[in-house]
Antibody
């Protein structure tokens, strides 16, 4: 079945770096755009970044642009999020999600279970 | 950046009642790019409605979406116990995705 599994979360000091991974299975990874969405504790959802199906384009939320980098390795069916210069406000559960473009719309149809990143000294 | 404002923040209703959740955009949104998700505590979001009014696979027909331009609505016709959760609207525009702050639907 279609599945996304995130890993790589943990506790990290402010200013340090962390890389998250999202392993995809059950579908042809190289044909879907992929996103990262985060949720701070007790708060709502915040879109973080997208990478096109072929890796040709990336877009970021203004809050992370210049600090985070999204990438993908289709040979490993894996999505990544490199997070640099981390701040306390980056503390959140990070979800990866698959997007679907159709005649009916553009939406995230599959989500992982999330991985918690805590930025604290 | 388009800002989505959801109302009410919390909605207290009983099973069997009708729920009406609002999502208002700071500027016009293409209906194709307006989406609703449901999130239960400790779980990832779940796709409910896409294209403002199309139900996702497996979503019961008591869920419906409507609206256009800057005003969108999610309606749950007869609440079931499993419907009590947080609901988010989301839009895509100018290479950015934004979510509303969520409406918590709680049991009265």
């Amino acid at each position: 079945q279609v599945q996304l599994v995130e890993s790589g979360g943990g506790v990290v000091q402010p200013g340090r770096s962390l890389r998250l991974s999202c392993a995809a299975s059950g579908f042809t990874f190289s044909t879907y755009g992929m996103h990262w969405v985060r949720q701070a504790p007790g708060k709502g959802l915040e879109w973080v970044a997208v990478i096109w199906y072929d890796g040709s384009k990336e877009y970021y939320a203004y809050s992370v642009e210049g600090r985070f980098t999204i990438s993908r390795d289709s040979s490993k069916n894996t999505l990544y999020l490199q997070m640099n210069s981390l701040r306390a406000e980056d503390t959140a559960v990070y979800y990866c999600a698959r997007d679907v473009w159709s005649s009916g719309g553009y939406f995230f149809d599959t989500w992982g279970q999330g991985t918690l990143v805590t930025v604290s000294s | 950046e388009i800002v989505l404002t959801q109302s009410p923040g919390t909605l207290s209703l009983s099973p069997g009642e009708r729920a009406t959740l609002s999502c208002r955009a700071s500027q016009s949104v293409s209906s194709s790019y307006l989406v609703w998700y449901q999130q239960k505590i400790g779980q990832a979001p779940r796709l409910l409605i896409y294209g403002a009014s199309s139900r996702a696979t497996g979503i019961p027909d008591r869920f419906s979406g409507s609206g256009s331009g800057t005003d969108f609505t999610l309606t749950i016709s007869r609440l079931e116990p499993e419907d009590f959760a947080v609901y988010y609207c989301q839009q895509y525009g100018m290479s950015q995705h934004t979510f509303g702050q969520g409406t918590k639907l709680e049991i009265k």
